[in-house]
């Protein structure tokens, strides 16, 4: 089993930034993939951003230049850096991570105003 708490999220103006935060435990030692998701509402969740245990990343297109992934193997945590924010980026994030199956973090809000 594997828990994963977020932190991060919060009210910002457009153009401005955020840091979202997630910490595993449990057995870690199975997880390749860590990953933010984002639902926003009435839509269905999507990806945001990948990492891969060595490093490979993945993101939508639609936050490329603006987010940065990054991961802590020695930690166990991944960061999504959000930058050049805009209100089409407000979602409940979440994160993930696949040990063997994918195991979901509770969500942070990031509501981003006009």
Do not use: H
Request: hydrophobic share 35%; aromatic share 10%; proline share 2%.
């Amino acid at each position: 089993q594997v828990q994963l708490v977020e932190s991060g999220g919060g009210l910002v103006q457009a153009g401005g930034s955020l840091r979202l935060s997630c910490a595993a435990s449990g057995s870690t030692f199975f997880i390749n993939v860590m990953g933010w998701y984002r639902q926003a509402p009435g839509k269905q969740r999507e990806l945001v951003a990948a990492i891969t245990r060595d490093g490979t990343i993945n993101y939508a297109n639609s936050v490329k230049g603006r987010f940065t992934i990054s991961r802590d193997n020695a930690k166990n945590t991944v960061s999504l850096q959000m930058n050049s924010l805009e209100p089409e980026d407000t979602a409940v994030y979440y994160c993930r991570a696949e040990a063997m199956r994918y195991y979901w973090g509770q969500g942070t809000q990031v509501i981003v105003s006009s």
